[in-house]
């Protein structure tokens, strides 16, 4: 073989190598998951909205009046809840979601000091719609899921709350506490909203923490940059 012909293979070699690991680079790192919240925005036909109990709630007016005695007691999470992690590369951002979700909010309009409320997530069950990429993110480089198979929030407290409510409209609240990944605390606040819908309560809450808040290393390369803040977001139905 002619050295110009040598150098023309290696070339094609060279070309059709970058444009596959470009492509694979693309299918391990595309967003596969969509944000569903519990809470839609009135009056929008968002493709982001939950089914089931974020339906019911979706368009639905201000309603009559909710009572404390409606409202007072222990609520538990059930198990359409979910929590979603998010970080942003400079490419996308890019969705987990985590759907075994356990915990309570004991609610106390009278005395907001009384109230408390925990979740705990298995983390085991973290999602991004990539088996490979879950599964390393998973590992002891990242997570070490084998290790700490769950992370826990826990309220210190709430912000005041109305004493009236009315169905179907959001009311802000405020929860400060401890978030726990791979056995680290960290001390948040989660900003949310909180719906009476028909009996049930619809919780929807975020916080920004970082990859070092938990001793976990920014995950960027040469390829692609990492932002270095990872977004919290609850999506909450609780039940009495």
Known sequence: MKKKSLLILVGVVIVAGS????????????????????????????????SGTAEAAQGQAPG????????????????????????????ETVNFVDKKVQGSWYVNLDDNTAMT????VDMNALDSGNGQRDEHVKSGDFLSVAEHPESTFTVKSFSKLPAEWSEGTPVPVEMKGTLTVKGIEKDVTFQTQAVYSKGQLLLSGTTTVTFGDFGLSNPHTI??????NLDVRLELVLTK
């Open 64 to 91: 009559a009046a909710v009572t404390a005695e409606q409202l007072n007691g222990e609520w538990k999470i059930a198990d359409t809840s979910k929590v979603y992690w998010s970080v942003t590369t400079s490419q």
């Open 19 to 50: 444009i596959t690991g470009y492509t694979l680079l693309n299918k391990s790192l595309g967003n596969k998951i969509a944000i569903e919240s519990v809470i839609p925005a009135t009056g929008q036909n968002s493709t982001n909205s939950g």
């Open 117 to 120: 409320g925990q979740g705990n």
């Open 223 to 228: 390829v692609l940059s990492t932002e270095n």
